[in-house]
T-cell receptor
Framework: KAGVTQTPRYLIKTRGQQVTLSCSPI?????VSWYQQTPGQGLQFLFE???????NKGNFPGRFSGRQFSNSRSEMNVSTLELGDSALYLC?????????????FGPGTRLTVL | DQQVKQNSPSLSVQEGRISILNCDYT??????FLWYKKYPAEGPTFLIS?????DKNEDGRFTVFLNKSAKHLSLHIVPSQPGDSAVYFC?????????????FGSGTKLNVKP
């Protein structure tokens, strides 16, 4: 069974630009969560999607948005990029999003904002 | 507001000895706890979990202890091996909440010396 895939793996953008990251969950998984990882801050929860609906949202500004398609693939968009958005963005999938189910993480997208 | 804290950013241990990684949380609603292991350039992988109805869970060389009154959990690795060198994240969730919202600590980088 293929794991969680994320594209692209690396991305360099400049301030003010926007970026779209993609995540393909494990086949059969309907829940996709997004996290931002920065040094010293651990993984900060961005949002979770289930059946094309955003069910949970973390404390990030509205510049961060996402969506989920009918095949459970998810995209995350960041508009008006700031230097502080440089981070590793991880997505994780699970069967149905219930708190007791294990999350499987992708390798992440390393975003650098110059 | 960091609801899950790992106060030791790094830990160095000799091969064959015990590694003890600590994690504290503030939210008494948390009832499910997990440890993830992360190698560079890879996403976190699930290691072991514990429900709040238990105070210990063991899986091979890995044991997680939960002290609810102190809001503290720890991961013991015995014996430690060089392949255990990685960043370890603890995470907490409130299963009663129903959805996949996990709060992660900032991670502890474990170095097991041969």
């Amino acid at each position: 069974k293929a794991g969680v895939t994320q594209t692209p793996r690396y991305l360099i953008k400049t301030r003010g630009q926007q970026v779209t990251l993609s995540c393909s969950p494990i086949s059969g998984h309907r829940s996709v969560s997004w996290y931002q990882q920065t040094p010293g801050q651990g993984l900060q929860f961005l949002f979770e999607y289930f059946s094309e609906t955003q069910r949970n949202k973390g404390n990030f500004p509205g510049r961060f948005s996402g969506r989920q398609f009918s095949n459970s693939r998810s995209e995350m968009n960041v508009s008006t990029l700031e230097l502080g958005d440089s981070a590793l963005y991880l997505c994780a999938s699970s069967l149905d999003g219930r708190g007791g189910n294990e999350q499987f993480f992708g390798p992440g997208t390393r975003l650098t904002v110059l | 507001d960091q609801q899950v804290k790992q106060n030791s950013p790094s830990l160095s241990v000799q091969e064959g000895r015990i590694s003890i990684l600590n994690c504290d949380y503030t939210n008494s609603m948390f009832d499910y706890f997990l440890w993830y292991k992360k190698y560079p350039a890879e996403g976190p992988t699930f290691l072991i979990s514990i429900s709040s109805i238990k105070d210990k869970n063991e899986d091979g060389r890995f044991t997680v202890f939960l002290n609810k009154s102190a809001k503290h959990l720890s991961l013991h690795i015995v014996p430690s091996q060089p392949g255990d060198s990685a960043v370890y994240f603890c995470a907490a969730s409130a299963i009663g909440f129903g959805f996949n919202k996990f709060y992660f600590g900032s991670g502890t980088k474990l170095n097991v010396k041969p």
